[in-house]
């Protein structure tokens, strides 16, 4: 059963490789996979929400999200699974960035695009937050453009992404006495 999913998993990297790869969508995906390194473009979105006002509680949520993102994906699951990258594992896979020092999942770039994605989607005007899950989707699917993730990494990404935005909603409700300190706002007592 394993085995079937692996394969299966490949001929997609493979299929995409061998019919998708071109030197137009190299030019665009391969700096947008990039941007995310380290989740710099994630968290330069969130100190953009955290510097205005009006968009600070947003932005509290995004980290909020982010940071259990991150802990969850890279400090836990991907130590866990300790699941070898496909270039190292697929024949004829030519990886377009270059090797990532951890292990496969989930995919840590999907996980922190859909962790800020879906705070956006759920807590902005819809315009923003379609956008926003389009470029997490992007973001998603570039990773297996260039060879570094088997795609139920990307999904596992996109799992854990909703699963940490979801939480960082229910645990930090826009009256909580936190939100509004961090966000500026006066605590009065009831």
């Known amino acids: 059963m394993i085995e079937s999913l692996l394969n299966f998993e490949g001929s997609i990297l493979l299929f995409l490789q061998d019919n998708v790869r071109n030197p137009i969508l190299d030019a665009i995906l391969i700096p947008f996979t990039l941007s995310n390194n380290a989740g710099i473009s994630c968290i330069l979105l969130v100190l953009i929400f955290l510097y205005f006002k009006k968009l600070r509680k947003v932005g509290i949520l995004m980290l909020a999200s982010l940071v259990l993102e991150f802990i969850i ?22 990886l377009l960035v270059g090797r990532a020092p951890d292990f496969s999942f989930p995919s840590g770039h999907t996980g922190s695009a859909f ?3 879906v705070v956006i989607f759920l807590k902005m ?8 899950i389009a470029l997490a989707s992007l973001m998603g699917f570039s990773r297996l453009y260039v060879g570094i993730h088997y795609p139920s990494d990307v999904i596992g990404g996109v799992l854990l992404g909703i699963i940490t935005s979801l939480t960082a909603i229910k645990c930090l409700p826009d009256s909580s006495p936190i939100m509004k300190r961090f966000a500026g706002e006066s605590i009065e007592a009831a």
Do not use: F, M
């Open 73 to 94: 994906a890279n400090l836990v699951l991907k130590n866990l699974t300790a699941r070898i990258r496909p270039y190292e594992v697929i024949q004829g896979l030519a």
């Open 115 to 117: 962790a800020v994605a």
């Open 125 to 132: 005007p819809k315009k923003y937050g379609i956008l926003a």
